[in-house]
Structures are given as C-alpha cells and as structure tokens.
C-alpha cells in the first residue's frame, strides 16, 4: 500500500498504532468505503434486523445511510431495496 505511507506515518505518529497495525486499520477503511451499494444495503439490513428493526425501519436507516457514505450512492426507493435484499 505505497500510496498511503505518508497516511500510515501519520497514524504511527499520532496514535498509539504500530506500523502493521495503521496498514491493517487504512486497509480495513479502504475496503469499507470500496463496498459495492447492493453489498452495503445487503450487510445493513442484516445487521439491523439482527438488531430487532423491522424492515420499513431497516429500509428507511439504510437508504439514509447510502446517502452518507464517501461516494453516495443512487437513490434507492423502498422496493429497490427490498429488491437487493430479497432478489
């Protein structure tokens, strides 16, 4: 991960991160905000429904959240959503 040494240096810097330990977590934060929408959308509505959420709340939290993230992504209607998750 060459393009991010001066991110990691960063890091070592300022926390309490090993060298190895800054990779792992610029690593781990690249693959989060590099997550397909419809994978998103996926994972999402499984954890909240862990959570007890029923799906018009899941649904409505989710396509909340799709608009946050780093690269938003299209504006899913309710049935679009139900769609990624159930097929």
Partial sequence: ???????IAH?????????????????DVLGYFAEPAEDF???RHSELQARGLRNDE??????????QR????PA???RQLRRLVYG
């Fill in 41 to 43: 959308v996926r994972r």
């Fill in 58 to 67: 899941i649904f409505d939290r989710v396509a909340a959240e799709l608009g």
């Fill in 76 to 78: 899913y209607s309710a």
């Fill in 70 to 73: 780093r690269v938003p992504a």
């Fill in 1 to 7: 991960m060459p393009a991010h040494d001066d991110l």
């Fill in 11 to 27: 890091l070592v810097r300022s926390t309490p991160l090993s060298p190895g330990e800054a990779t792992r977590v610029v690593a």
